[in-house]
């Protein structure tokens, strides 16, 4: 008879935390509902994937990218543009102590970043202006961050 009861008690119990998780989760798919953006997702706390650009995932299976704005080369005029300008990488500006600790990721090596964060994915185009070497520059630490210079 206790074992009877024990039992019954235990389906009971697990009935209701079944019940809790349930309804914390509908909750919470209700409250990704509201979010239409990037920005809203991850001020959410929803899950980023660290690719470039970056993308915020929902509970209830919607994806949001970051929009980044592109940066296009400028247009130069006359036979020896300054090094660097048209230029269209970007920087991480990571921590680092010398340009040893710096060196170039992405698909197409446009990307200026420490040695010691994360590899950063990007799309697999390639630009022109992704180019340092045609530009002059290189990727180093300057300031104790890594930036194209």
Known sequence: MNDKKL???LLILASLAIAIGLAANQARQQDAEGITTFEGCAKAGYPILES???????PDGR????????????NQTG????????????????????DADCGTGGCSG????????????????YRDCYNARQYGIQCKCVNQGCQWQ
Not at 52 to 58: E, F, G, I, K
């Open 63 to 74: 994806s949001f990218t970051e929009i980044i704005p592109p940066t296009e080369p400028v």
């Open 7 to 9: 039992v019954y008690g």
């Open 110 to 125: 446009q990307v200026c970043q420490s040695r010691d964060e994360e590899p950063i994915i990007t799309t697999c185009e």
């Open 52 to 58: 470039y650009p970056r993308q915020c995932s929902t």
């Open 79 to 98: 036979p020896n543009p300054a090094p660097g300008e048209g230029f269209c990488g970007r920087s991480t500006k990571g921590a680092c102590s010398t």
